[in-house]
């Protein structure tokens, strides 16, 4: 019997998966980690487990205290879940264009949900500048005490993924990886993964696959933090240079727009049975460049995020898409959406 005592044990350790078509098209090898099968059906379990481990450790999470995040959803689902197991109480700031379904899942495991206005970071009501108010407010008048997870700037999260991320893709491929690429929300993915992968052969390659509307690309291409465009796409898309991305390295950056990533969430759902989020779908867009850039006969690993059911009002809504001048899938077109 193999047996996960409890849930925060089954966490990572999630499978590689050989993505058919991208692998067809390339000549390479395209995997995606299966991120969307942790528990809180994204990535973001890894670094919010590791975020409560650090705090426990350092003593400044104690039982029954309480655990406060700015998300835009999935850290605060995976906060949340891994909070109910250990005895932890969750408060998540979240901006209110945030889809639906991740807030209604957050309130279902029992968080204290505060929406706020999206508005950048430069601005004090921003969603992290207020999480991080409201951490400091409640440590003072909470009886076990409150945490601020801090997941853009505690690096407790990449060093989540350098510990589990990068050395489970690095034992599955049996050493072979040639290529990572990753979208950047907080950083810790991609900087944690590229670290490991780095430290097991520095001729790895790293991509970034930055979508429009964040400043990365540019950044990594020119030096300069500079924003065009926007993406429907919800949890990526960076402005700043957080302490998780600092130092990550970085060998090359794409910028992918939605009209490129989007059709291959349908994609990947209709041909594969894989049921991704938009993130996902900017994740696969970059595995493809890189594949093309790098030549056939290559492994190349990226991450398939979160589940898509978590946007099924807005990444799988005909309204929506036609709205955003996006392509409609004919089985949504003909069904008239979320109609079975
Ligand atoms: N995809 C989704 C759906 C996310 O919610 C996030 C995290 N916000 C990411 C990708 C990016 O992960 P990271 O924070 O590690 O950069």
Request: proline share 5%; aromatic share 6%; charged share 20%.
């Amino acid at each position: 019997m193999t047996i996960r005592n409890g849930v925060v044990e089954a966490i990572g350790n999630t499978p590689l998966i050989k993505l058919k078509r991208a692998s067809q098209e390339t000549g390479c090898e395209i995997l995606g980690k299966a991120e969307f099968m942790n528990p809180g059906q994204s990535v973001k379990d890894r670094a919010a487990l590791a975020i409560i481990r650090d705090a426990e450790k350092s003593g400044a999470l104690r039982p029954g205290g309480v655990i406060v995040e700015g998300t835009a959803g999935n850290t605060g689902i995976g906060l949340a879940l891994v909070g109910n197991a250990l005895g932890y109480r969750s408060v998540i700031v979240i901006p209110e264009t945030q889809s639906q379904e991740k807030k209604d899942m957050l309130r279902l495991a029992g968080a204290t949900l505060v929406e706020v206005p999206a508005v950048g970071y430069v601005n004090p009501n921003n969603y992290v500048k207020v999480s991080g108010r409201l951490a400091e407010a409640l440590a003072k008048t909470e009886p076990n005490g409150a945490i601020w997870a801090n997941q853009f700037d505690n690096t407790a999260n990449r060093q989540g993924h350098i510990e589990t991320t990068g050395p489970e893709i690095w034992q599955q491929t049996d050493g072979k990886v040639d290529g990572f690429v990753s979208a950047v929300g907080t950083g810790g993915t991609l900087a944690g993964v590229a670290i490991a992968l780095k430290g097991f052969n520095p001729k790895i390659r790293i991509a970034l696959a930055d979508p429009m509307g964040a400043a990365l690309y540019a950044y990594y291409t020119t030096g300069e933090l500079k924003a065009e465009g926007s993406s429907i796409t919800e949890g990526i898309g960076q402005g700043r240079i957080t302490k998780n991305i600092e130092g990550a390295p970085i060998d090359v950056a794409f910028q992918i727009p939605d009209e490129e990533a989007i059709p291959l969430c349908f994609q990947l759902l209709e041909e594969e049975g894989l049921c991704l989020g938009g993130s996902s779908g900017i994740n696969v867009a970059g595995a493809l460049r890189l594949a093309k850039e790098m030549g056939p006969g290559h492994t190349i690993v990226t991450i398939l995020c979160d589940y898509g059911t978590r946007y099924q009002s807005k990444l799988f809504n005909p309204d929506f898409l036609r709205s955003k001048n996006l392509p409609v899938p004919r089985w949504l077109e003909r069904d008239g959406g979320l109609k079975d």
